[in-house]
């Protein structure tokens, strides 16, 4: 009889025992699930923007690609001829988030001054190699399109001068291949705020020239991918 009594009293909370427990394991399980179901999400979420980054990325190499390809193929190509090409190719689909794309030749020291007399006898009035001094070698800016607005703050401007993109400039060069800057402030970039970008370098040779140039393009990281 005493146990039975035992039992008795003991059974509520038996079950309230049973019920908690239970109770938290459905509670385990459903943030188990929860959480399994959040990481799924992030991570297609993940892969999609990924996908997306490198559709990107390709649209631009192809973009710097088919700049190569019209400086080697030409015995010569003026200002006029690569805006025109240039406009053309961002007008295109995969073209949002590219700033500009930039012709660069690389130049001697003793050669600068006839670059900047030749770009002056062309019209580009106010034409100077930045930032100034001496240097073994320049690369500056010389086309640029589209060329307007803050575009144009960009011509001259010898990207050979700053370490971050010279080594990208290099490793181009070194590889006859596409190399891209680690995140740098653009040149000509009047936003609110400071913005970041990265610029695209891929080396090409005219047929007739045997010097080096470069065909680049800048983005803002701050633009939608």
């Not at 705020?193 to 020239?209: A, E, I, Q």
Request: charged share 20%.
């Amino acid at each position: 009889m005493k146990l039975k009594r035992s039992f008795a009293s003991l059974l509520p909370i038996l079950v309230g025992v049973v019920s908690l427990g239970l109770t938290l394991w459905l509670w385990t399980h459903e943030r188990q699930t929860e959480e399994a179901n959040l990481r799924a999400s992030f991570d297609f979420a993940l892969r999609q923007a990924t996908s997306r980054i490198e559709q990107r990325m390709a649209g631009y190499e192809q973009m710097v690609r088919g700049t190569q390809g019209l400086l080697a193929a030409s015995d010569r190509v003026d200002r006029q001829r690569f805006s025109t090409y240039v406009d053309a190719l961002l007008a295109g689909p995969g073209a949002d988030g590219l700033q500009a794309l930039v012709y660069a030749p690389l130049l001697k020291a003793d050669g600068a001054a006839a670059h900047v007399d030749a770009q002056h006898a062309a019209g580009v009035a106010g034409y100077a190699i930045r930032p100034p001094g001496a240097r073994a070698e320049f690369a500056p800016a010389t086309y640029i399109a589209p060329a307007i607005g803050n575009h144009l703050k960009v011509l001259g401007y010898d990207p050979f001068s700053d370490l971050v993109r010279r080594n990208a400039m290099l490793r181009a060069r070194d590889s006859g291949g596409i190399a891209i800057t680690d995140k740098i402030r653009m040149i000509g970039d009047n936003g609110p705020g400071p913005r970041s970008g990265f610029l695209m370098f891929l080396p090409t040779r005219s047929r007739l020239d045997a010097r080096i140039w470069w065909a680049g393009c800048g983005r803002l990281s701050g633009s939608p991918t």
